[in-house]
């Protein structure tokens, strides 16, 4: 499975950016999808995910109400909406996905088997 994340940019404060994640294969549809960022200096934390049917999400306190997370399956492709974008939001943000068949939604990073390349998120107060 290949990831392409795209969608990233600069922003100010209170902006809005959706980013997008399209993915290579036939079994996109049966895997639960993750968001995640790193931001300079610092770790790589969990975001968002989905499971595979889009129909159970979950989300990091610090994005919980302002962020969408959501899938096409028809088009292998996930999303994240990003609305209300405060600078701590700043980050490489990267796709993944859990190789397990239908497995259920996991913010740890090792639950996921592929990742993408990361585009970057810039907000400025």
């Known amino acids: 499975v290949q990831l392409q994340a795209s969608g990233g940019g600069l922003v100010q404060a209170g902006g809005s950016l959706r980013l997008s994640c399209t993915a290579s294969g036939r079994t996109f549809s049966s895997y639960a999808m993750g968001w995640f960022r790193q931001a300079p200096g610092k770790e790589r934390e969990f975001v968002a995910a989905i499971n595979w049917s889009g129909g159970s999400t979950y989300y990091a306190d610090s994005v919980k109400g302002r962020f969408t997370i959501s899938r096409d399956n028809a088009k292998n492709t996930v999303y994240v909406q990003m609305n209300n974008l405060k600078p701590e939001d700043t980050a490489v943000y990267y796709c993944?996905?859990?190789?397990?068949?239908?497995?259920?939604?996991?913010?740890?990073?090792?639950?996921?088997?592929?990742w993408g390349q990361g585009t970057q998120v810039t907000v400025s107060s």
């Open positions: 993944a996905a859990d190789g397990r068949f239908r497995g259920a939604v996991a913010r740890t990073r090792d639950k996921y088997d592929y």
